[in-house]
């Protein structure tokens, strides 16, 4: 999956809803932008810096490390659904 966010400040401060989305299909999240701000992008987005010669090689080598993690990163995006989030949140307020 493609997120073409650009590559500037305002993207590294945001929480895009379609980040967990692409998580959530356990495809592998490509991007030219750093989302390393948000939880879990160092392990499953493959930032794509340029594309150079060992481009084509270098894909496929991530897409073989990736398909290992497929269902990690399905369980993984699950923890970060709103409803997930709420039911933490309340825990946390709520339980003594």
């Known amino acids: 999956i ?5 590559n500037t400040e305002f993207s590294q401060s945001i929480s895009p ?3 967990f989305e692409s998580l959530a299909t356990g495809s592998l999240v490509l991007t030219g932008s750093d989302l390393t701000h948000l939880p879990g992008a160092k392990k499953y987005v493959f930032q794509v ?3 150079g ?7 496929c080598e ?3 490390m990736h ?3 497929r ?3 399905i369980d993984f995006a699950k923890s970060h659904t709103w409803r997930e989030r709420f039911r933490q949140l309340s825990e946390y307020l ?3």
């Open 94 to 96: 709520f339980d003594e």
């Open 71 to 73: 269902s990690e990163q």
């Open 49 to 51: 810096q340029e594309y």
């Open 2 to 6: 493609l997120l073409p966010y650009n």
């Open 17 to 19: 809803a379609k980040y």
């Open 67 to 69: 398909s290992l993690l």
């Open 53 to 59: 010669v060992d481009f084509e090689k270098e894909l």
């Open 62 to 64: 991530v897409l073989k």
